[in-house]
């Protein structure tokens, strides 16, 4: 029973409540990486993704639970354009002074040397 409801539980969440459901595709890529794993599988997962963009007639499409497929480079740029502050989890390099690529939340500063490196 534990299983059987934990499984109905995920496969519900994955279909409807999570944050990637507004996205077109099949629903079955929605539940679980099989799908995709079967075309790479069989040889042919670059043609079903360009037939999933073209059945859906979208540049960005869901072909997996945690996972999109963006055909526009431009919609690429979009997504990762507004970029949220880094967490806390990047200060804990810098406890000794030792502030480098890594470990700088500030963008302004981190944004040049990411270039360089």
Request: net charge positive.
């Amino acid at each position: 029973i534990f299983l059987l409801t934990t499984t109905t539980l995920t496969l519900t969440r994955r279909l409807y409540f999570s944050p990637l459901s507004s996205f077109p595709g099949p629903k079955l890529a929605s539940l679980s990486n099989f799908y995709k794993a079967n075309a790479y599988r069989t040889g042919r997962g670059a043609k079903v993704l360009l037939e999933i963009h073209e059945k859906y007639n979208s540049d960005i499409v869901r072909v997996g639970p945690n996972e999109l497929s963006i055909r526009n480079v431009d919609a690429v740029e979009k997504i990762y354009r507004g970029k949220y502050p880094r967490g806390t989890f990047y200060e804990v390099g810098a406890i000794n002074g030792a502030y480098n690529l890594n470990t700088q939340r500030n963008y302004e500063v981190h944004t040049p040397w990411r270039r360089i490196w």
